[in-house]
């Protein structure tokens, strides 16, 4: 019997990617410069304000007499490190690149043409891009009150839906789903559907109710948590996330992660910003303290506060002429405030806002007050 023909191909006059790609809209990052001001309040990435811990930074310091050799591919100390930490099975970890490229990787080892991934409609960007990237057609299900809700994610699951995505809390909403409704989304969904949990601010969280998914992770066979060392670990230039994954997943992912994508230190700077307690409950503490304090002032001066477990607030402008999102966006660029338009998330009438010190969170607020007093 002959093999069958491979399809045909019409050749075209250039290189040209695969279907799809160039209809992707391209991942937009937070403003970093303002006009007139050599260094700007930046409250539009959602990174950690009081900086990184001192501990880490030496250790950074000190890979230095590294830089002529390969990491550990596998970033064994570091592995070791978060299972410690986090009382894991160190080889069902996967480690990436930021917390991106393990979602990249995850889209790439479970996606084919045809397949569908869900997602919320407010949903993080990554997981989006690296499905397409993949081929895979995105589901957004609505969020109703700019929450996921467990219903609407269900509806959208058929029988090529390979991975559902969760925030936990959202970004850019803030808002969480509730144990209860983690584990009724857990339960609604097939057995080879792969729930990712994305577990990037979860560390901010402070409501009883939440639940960053490690409890399902540890028991169930289809269920992933990403987390990150970019936010509450003051990290994010150094770019270290992981995933823990049951471990046939583990196995896959690895097989086509870039085999030294954790650099040294990288690794070394995370393993003793894990380390450095006294950091992160001061990073902790400030965002619970703040967050309420915005939240409640943003809110007296009429602004649509979406109540929030992140470093951030999702606060709504009216549409009215004159005090609309993006005139606010520009107005407090004009003094020195650098917020995060959220159009390209379907949000044109928000701003989203990090936490900030003291003095940053207070300026806002006069400065907003000054916006919509004028
Ligand atoms: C929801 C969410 N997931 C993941 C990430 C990516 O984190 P990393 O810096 O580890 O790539 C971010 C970064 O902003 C995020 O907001």
């Given amino acids: ?9 019409v050749r075209p006059k250039r290189p040209e990617p695969k279907p799809g790609i160039l209809d992707i809209t391209p991942y937009k990052p937070g403003k970093s410069k303002a006009e007139g001001f050599a260094r700007p309040i930046k409250l539009s990435a959602n990174e950690n304000i009081l900086g990184s811990s001192d501990k880490a930074r ?13 990491p550990d591919g596998r970033a064994d100390a570091l592995r070791q490190a978060v299972a410690d930490h986090f009382r894991l099975e160190p080889e069902r970890l996967v480690f990436g690149d930021g917390t991106d490229e393990v979602l990249h990787l995850l889209n790439q080892a479970f996606l084919e043409l045809g397949d569908n991934i869900v997602m919320g409609q407010y949903g993080f960007g990554a997981y989006s891009i690296g499905a397409r990237a993949s081929q895979g057609e995105v589901r957004m299900a609505p969020e109703p009150d700019y929450r996921l809700s467990v219903e609407a994610l269900l509806k959208l699951v058929d029988e090529r839906t390979r991975l559902v995505f969760v925030t936990q809390p959202g970004n850019p909403t803030g808002t969480f789903l509730t144990r209860e409704d983690l584990n009724a989304l857990h339960q609604g969904l097939p057995p080879d559907v792969v729930l990712v949990i994305d577990a990037a601010y979860a560390e901010f969280a402070d409501d009883p109710r939440f639940d960053e998914g490690l409890d399902l992770a540890r028991s169930a ?8 060392f970019s936010k509450i670990y003051g990290l994010a230039a150094l770019r270290v996330g992981w995933a823990y994954c049951p471990a046939h997943i583990a196995d896959a992912v690895d ?3 870039p085999p030294f994508n954790t650099s040294i230190a990288a690794q070394d700077a995370a393993i003793a910003a894990l380390a450095d307690e006294d950091f992160k409950r001061r990073s902790f503490e400030l965002v619970v303290r703040w967050r309420a304090w915005l939240q409640q002032q943003l809110g007296g001066l009429g602004l649509d506060v979406v109540p929030s477990q992140a470093n951030f607030v999702l606060v709504g402008f009216p549409q009215a002429p004159g005090r609309t999102a993006a005139e606010a966006e520009a107005f407090l660029a004009r003094k020195g405030l650098i917020v995060r338009g959220v159009a390209n998330y379907g949000l044109p009438d928000h701003l989203r806002i990090t936490i900030g010190l003291e003095e940053h969170n207070r300026a806002l607020v006069v400065a907003l007050s000054e916006f919509l007093g004028g």
């Fill in 1 to 9: 019997m002959s093999e069958p023909s491979p399809p045909t191909r």
């Fill in 58 to 70: 030496a250790a950074y310091v000190a890979a230095a007499e590294r830089m002529n050799v390969y």
């Fill in 221 to 228: 066979q289809n269920v992933v948590v990403t987390h990150t």
């Fill in 255 to 257: 097989r086509i992660r």
